[in-house]
């Protein structure tokens, strides 16, 4: 037989080294890259109620008669007025934001390291101040608390 001559059905066959493979992969189906497999990672959120079915106009009659603006204004349901209150945070009647006296009232700014400290992660460090108010999270939550007995960390 010769090299030419077609192997079994040419399905399963290897391709020939010297040859360019022609069925390259779609990349859209090729697990190994980055982002493709983005969409089964983002899972699906149902709604809340089915649409279809909150509606009488669900067959072709009724939908090419429509509803009357009575029928549309009787499904109108009032906005919900939130409690009242003395702000975000507070309770009805409160005298203000809630501020424990051991979480301190001033706020810290970035936090840098203390100089000359013997190790890198130190847990000395003093207040540079606020980076134009955009703090993280993290650093929004921390605030100085002043000790009565020692006075301020250096």
Do not use: K
């Amino acid at each position: 037989m010769s090299d030419t001559s077609a192997r079994g059905d040419d399905v399963y066959q290897p391709q020939p080294e010297d040859e360019p493979s022609e069925l390259q992969p779609d990349m859209d189906d090729s697990l190994g890259e980055p982002g493709t497999d983005a969409v089964l990672d983002q899972g699906y959120s149902p709604p809340e109620r089915p649409h279809a079915r909150q509606g009488d106009d669900t067959t072709g009659g009724a939908q090419r008669t429509g509803e009357s603006l009575d029928q549309r204004l009787a499904r109108e349901e009032p906005d919900q007025e939130p409690p009242a209150g003395d702000g975000i945070g507070d309770l009805v009647d409160g005298e203000g934001e809630p501020v424990d006296p051991e979480a301190g009232v001033r706020r810290a700014g970035r936090l840098a390291p203390v100089a000359g400290t013997p190790h890198a992660n130190s847990v000395l460090a003093h207040d540079v101040g606020i980076d134009a108010g955009a703090a993280s999270a993290e650093e929004a939550a921390v605030h100085v608390i002043e000790d009565p007995e020692d006075g301020p960390l250096p």
